[in-house]
């Protein structure tokens, strides 16, 4: 009889194993579709198409937060109000490392390029190098995102190619943009034949020129 106890513990040991690999199994099949499902709740365009993580379905567009600490410095701007005047603001923008590696081989900004533009108000001072301007705090923020397949038609911080937005440093998570054509494309006319950004201002994109 010793064999067939033995024959049959194992049948019970084989039973329980294969009871609890199933259990894992649907376990882990349920927390994949919760986790597909949370991805898509947080952010549907981007879970549909991989286009942005800072679009969400109806073309609502927000600030990255981690834009300094990942991406890539273009290039900075120093602006004063009129010539001969001490600068008043420093520009400087930045987007995702990739952009620069795509536009140099196409001289295209790819679908989904992200450039954010942070203003700052200044000092000056006269040091010892001379008179000199640096960055003080944080103004106010314009977002970019390209789009080739004009997602968000309906859209008024969507055209010519573009998403567009502004935020301000009292509450970075709303676009007080009042639309694109109202509130951005103006100050981007002088460049409406470089794909409407000042390109020739950000030294490593190198098919740049003015």
């Known amino acids: 009889m010793k064999p067939v106890r033995f024959i049959l513990l194992s049948s019970v040991i084989l039973s329980c194993v294969a009871v609890a690999v199933g259990v ?80 140099n081989k196409t001289g295209q900004f790819p679908d989904g390029t992200v450039l954010v533009k942070e203003v700052r108000k200044t000092q000056s001072d006269r040091l010892t190098t001379g008179h000199a301007a640096w960055s003080a705090d944080i103004k106010i923020w314009f977002v970019m995102i390209k789009d080739h397949k004009e997602r968000f038609k309906n859209n008024d911080h969507w055209g010519d190619g573009w998403g567009w937005a502004l935020f301000e440093a009292k509450d970075p998570t709303k676009n007080v943009s009042a639309g694109y054509d109202t509130s951005c494309i103006a100050c981007h006319t002088p460049v409406a034949d470089s794909d409407w950004v000042y390109a020739y201002g950000y030294p490593d994109l190198k098919r740049s020129k003015r």
Do not use: C
């Not at 109806?58 to 600068?87: C, F, M, R």
């Open 24 to 103: 894992t199994a649907q376990r882990d099949a349920a927390k994949t579709v919760n986790d597909t499902k949370t991805q898509a709740n947080r952010n549907p365009v981007d879970a549909q198409d991989a286009f942005s993580p800072y679009v969400d379905q109806d073309g609502n567009i927000s600030l990255p937060e981690d834009y300094k600490q990942k991406w890539s410095h273009l290039g900075s701007w120093a602006v004063a109000k009129k010539p001969g005047e001490t600068v008043h603001e420093m520009h400087d923008v930045y987007t995702q490392p990739q952009t620069i590696s795509d536009f």
